[in-house]
């Protein structure tokens, strides 16, 4: 897994530490810093107070309790797809329904896997955890497992109320049980992977001294089966001024690679393979590679600037195969081989996340997502006599074809493809011809009533920046609109069918069917188009992102498809940087604003949660050049009394430590007192995330949804 991946999406796990660690927290005059006590009483009263508000405003509408029963409905289906790891001949899914609201993780045989109805053998069930109140609490977020080869014992990470921190119990699947004797860490943003199924390389929080400035660890210890955590071995140690040290361990046919990834930003870093007895070895590779996985003796990765080994340059953007056991072998250069060159329409589809990898290397082949015009096809890569060959897979095609997972010890591997329109689809490979279609989610809404077109706008610089409208077939004049992006830390926006995480969920037919629109964005600051989209909105070319997504706007506007009163705005996480810069900086442009879970006051940002690893993307605001353009487009710095800005809803969590409450909080405390339409919700539990169960994220969207029909008019 890349450096870049790690952080987004294996960041499972520590307290939230000071940026500077074993020192006092600046002392802060501003106004609205008490809210910063995230846990405080008096700011929790303050969450009450503005979660009645809100509530007030929305919950007795008979249009959010349509919209939330209809969400709730559909996350609980019995017919979604339970996506899931292949391993050997098992694949591993974690599943919540109603009947299973916190959660169950099972798995079954691929051939009865491939069944419409498998049975499933429960290994861990999280709401008999919280019902026998384990480790005295009941409010239990599955994180994951890592299970040894023998599949005897299970390293499961659990996080209470759903935050990044998480503890690590050694687990018996077999027996159901947390055996005494176990491995066992402590609540930490953690991370433990299984060597043999004796030994465990893990990060944590080894006390003071131990994490870095931006609260995660940094210190890597070889721990055998008897020894307390004190007797493990440390086997590396970063700078306190890195993002983080974290391990990483492919098993598979070829052997077993253990190795550490040292994050020295959060795009460059350093990778060091263990050799026995625990000595580590760095690797020749750019501090800008992102490695994906491990196949045939080679490591596979992604190049985020370009590369010369041996004075043969390889391209950004392109994917490698460096092989490793040679170079352990022989401790020179290998060749590299190069699987895939992007050009200036395609890239690999990188998204962030676990669940949905942009290349996977399985025991035979690699397999990657590469998309042209932001949509995508699967490529098989293929090692025979020394050349690597491409072939495609056979898929649908003008949508999305991600990799769900690839076998480490076989042939097999599953892909889905879904567009705007079409229900996802499983395909699952046998290594052999084309892939065939063994489980597809039933429709949500009826697609023959909805169109999808494609534009492009030109932001302020020229560029030409596509995106996606989704709208009624039949539809005449200007229609309300919700338009969504993301623009930062090289995610994609692709086309989806539906999505319970970052993404608007739902849109078909809760807002859609209904008659209105939806835009997607596809702005620089994404992976799109592979690194370079990315880095042409980092640090000193941040508003790059929102220059784009205003111009999608004025674009959508300029074709009649809605009008300013008639936009909305919402976005996630750096999203809602993302929507409330473009707020601030365009206040007659859009008719309402829901920022979810965000990053707002970028001059405090890296103060809180994980904010100090992101300077990479940002800039520090210590650094008085880079807090001088940050403040040209601070939100939180830069909205005023003396101006109108559109109807806004901020939504967060306070169990988030990853960007935390705290700065939604204080935008909505300061724009309310300023007199601005504002309107505040906060969940207890959710972390980083659209709630912890079903029900809390079915609220997260009805309220969301709720709130756009109101202001911009939809009326049904």
């Known amino acids: 897994m890349g450096l870049r991946r790690f952080a987004l999406a294996a960041l499972a796990a ?7 660690l074993g020192a006092a927290a600046p002392k802060d005059t501003d106004p609205y810093w008490w809210l910063s006590d995230i846990d405080g009483a008096k700011p929790l009263a303050w969450v009450k107070t503005q979660n009645a508000k809100s509530d007030a405003a929305f919950t007795g509408d008979p249009l959010y309790g349509k919209i939330e029963s209809s969400i709730l409905a559909d996350l609980n289906q019995p017919q979604r797809i339970p996506e899931g790891l292949l391993d050997r001949d098992w694949v591993y899914n974690f599943w919540q329904d109603a009947d299973h609201v916190r959660g169950v ?3 079954a045989t691929v051939a009865e896997y491939a069944k419409p109805d498998p049975q499933w053998q429960t290994l861990l069930d999280i709401d008999k955890l919280d019902a026998q109140g384990f480790e005295g609490r009941k409010d239990w977020v599955w994180k994951g497992a890592d299970c040894q080869e023998s599949f005897d014992r299970c390293l499961v990470r659990l996080s209470p109320g759903g935050g990044d921190a998480v503890i690590v119990r050694e687990y018996d699947p ?5 055996p005494a004797d176990g491995f066992a860490l402590p609540l930490a943003k953690s991370g433990a992977l299984y060597v043999d199924d004796d030994t465990v390389l893990f990060d944590s929080d080894f006390g003071p001294g131990s994490l870095n400035t931006s609260g995660y660890p940094r210190i890597v210890k070889l721990w055998h089966r008897g020894q307390t955590i004190a007797d493990a071995k440390t086997v590396f140690t970063g700078k306190a001024s890195d993002v983080w040290a974290q391990p990483v361990v492919y098993h598979g046919p070829s052997g077993t690679v253990a190795a550490i990834a040292r994050g020295v930003t959060f795009f460059t870093g350093e990778y060091f393979v263990m050799k026995p007895g625990g000595t580590l070895a760095r690797l020749p590779l750019p501090d800008s590679i992102d490695i994906e996985g491990y196949s045939q003796g080679n490591l596979i990765a992604i190049l985020r600037h370009a590369w010369s080994p041996n004075g043969k340059p390889i391209a950004q953007g392109s994917l490698i195969a460096f092989p490793l056991k040679s170079w352990l072998a022989s401790g020179k250069m290998p060749t590299v081989a190069v699987l895939y060159t ?19 290397a399985g025991r035979d082949a690699v397999f990657a997502s590469i998309y042209r015009d932001v949509t995508g096809s699967i490529h098989r890569y293929t090692l025979a006599n020394g050349n690597w060959q491409d072939s495609t897979i056979d898929l649908p095609k003008g949508g999305s074809a991600t990799i769900v997972t690839a076998n480490d010890w076989g042939p097999d591997a599953y892909f889905t493809y879904q567009s705007f329109l079409t229900p996802p689809t499983l395909y699952a490979y046998d290594g052999h011809g084309a892939p065939a279609a063994i489980k597809t989610t039933p429709a949500r809404f009826d697609a023959s009533t909805e169109t999808v077109e494609q534009h492009w706008a030109t932001s302020k610089d020229g560029t030409k ?7 009624p077939k039949d539809a005449k004049g200007p229609l309300p609109t919700i338009l969504y992006g993301y623009g930062g830390f090289e995610l ?37 188009f592979g690194p370079r989209w990315h880095q042409a909105a980092m640090k000193f070319q941040h508003k790059h992102a929102f220059e784009d997504f205003a111009a999608v706007g004025r674009d959508a506007i300029a074709h009649g498809l809605t009008t300013p009163k008639q936009l909305g705005i919402v976005g996630a996480s750096n999203g809602g940087l993302l929507v409330t810069a ?15 879970r965000p990053l707002i006051d970028m001059l405090r940002y890296t103060r809180k949660g994980a904010g100090a690893s992101w300077v990479d993307e940002y800039g520090d605001p210590a650094n008085p050049k880079e807090r001088a353009y940050i403040l040209t487009y601070s939100p939180y710095e830069l909205v005023k009394k003396s101006v109108t800005y559109p109807p806004i809803l901020f939504i967060t969590e306070t169990s988030d430590d990853r960007v935390t409450p705290v700065w939604a909080r204080m935008m909505a405390a300061k724009m309310e007192d300023q007199g601005h339409d504002v309107l505040f919700n906060e969940a207890l539990e959710g972390g980083h995330g659209p709630g912890a169960t079903h029900a809390e994220a079915a609220k997260y969207w009805a309220l969301s949804y709720t709130f756009f029909a109101k202001k911009l008019g939809l009326g049904k």
């Open 14 to 20: 520590s307290v939230v530490a000071s940026p500077v």
């Open 105 to 107: 993780w099972r798995r």
């Open 174 to 178: 077999k027996t159901g049980t947390f």
């Open 342 to 360: 992007p050009d200036l329409h395609s890239a690999i589809g990188t998204t962030g996340t676990e669940d949905e990898p942009a290349v996977a």
């Open 465 to 471: 920046i596509p995106y996606f409208v989704v709208k």
């Open 492 to 528: 994609s926006m692709f086309p989806w069918y539906w999505n319970d995480g970052h993404r608007p969920l739902h849109a078909g037919k809760e807002w859609i069917g209904r008659g209105g629109a939806v835009i997607v964005a596809n702005i620089r600051g994404g992976g799109e």
């Open 582 to 596: 473009t707020m601030v900086a365009n206040p007659d442009e859009f008719g309402a604003v829901v920022c979810q």
